[in-house]
């Protein structure tokens, strides 16, 4: 299976359509991941388009006991930084919702990439398959933080990037294996600025994001971009 098979892609007509949208497809995601396995595993994205949906989510009825909050990657900063990932999803949505606090698992990336890729990694030992992968894409093609031209590093669940060229360099993410462990990817893109890597991912570049391509297949929901 390519992944162009595998890539279905969704465009939008305004913000407000994709914040929706996006959201109730995590809700119902939830539902039928509730209903099948007794929980809901959601592996969270950072980024201003998620953050959108977060506020949403914050006003949403949802059986929240039954949710655990993942992080696709997080910046190795202070626990209280505001380019902290965690704190972004804390203050927009988990801090409004009643799911229990120790069914939130934060990235501690404030132990440096290689303490805190393997607290991280021991976090996700024996957690089943993910049921929702949020994903975000850079203009340089990046996802999570799994960086063009860099060594693809599947050696745990979770694993230390250094030298990321987007500041800050250091940096903890969930490895490709185990994002790919997942029913469902949904790829949130917005903006003018990702057209080129959305050109080359539809034109078969091996850009990072190509690498999440679980059995599933994904959905890429864009807006603000062409899709030719």
């Not at 279905?8 to 396995?37: C, G, M």
């Not at 592996?43 to 949906?53: D, E, F, I, W, Y």
């Not at 063009?148 to 250091?170: H, I, M, R, Y």
């Not at 080359?200 to 570049?205: A, D, F, P």
Request: hydrophobic share 40%.
């Amino acid at each position: 299976m390519t992944s162009n098979q595998a890539t279905r892609w969704q465009l939008f007509n305004s913000q407000t359509e994709i914040n929706q949208t996006t959201t109730q497809r995590i809700l119902d995601a939830a539902k039928e991941a509730i209903a099948q396995y007794g929980s809901f595993l959601i592996v969270l994205a950072g980024g201003s388009t998620p953050k959108n949906v977060y506020e949403l989510l914050a006003k949403a009825e949802a059986d929240w006991s039954k949710w655990h909050i993942y992080y696709n990657d997080d910046r190795c900063l202070p626990v209280d930084h505001p380019e902290r990932n965690s704190l972004m999803a804390a203050k927009a949505w988990l801090n409004h919702v009643v799911i229990p606090k120790s069914q939130i698992f934060d990235i501690p990336t404030e132990l440096g990439p290689i303490e805190g890729a393997k607290a991280y990694a021991k976090t996700l030992s024996g957690v089943r398959t993910f049921d929702l992968v949020l994903l975000g894409l850079g203009e340089d093609g990046h996802t999570a933080s799994l960086f063009p031209g860099q060594t693809v590093d599947n050696s745990a669940d979770a694993v230390p990037v250094f030298n990321a060229p987007k500041l800050p360099a250091e940096r903890v993410t969930i490895s490709q294996n185990r994002l790919n462990n997942t029913h469902e990817v949904l790829f949130l893109v917005t903006g003018a600025g990702k057209q080129e890597a959305v050109d080359n991912w539809r034109n078969g570049v091996a850009i990072p994001a190509t690498l999440i391509a679980p059995n599933a297949g994904v959905d890429v929901y864009c807006f603000g971009v062409n899709l030719i």
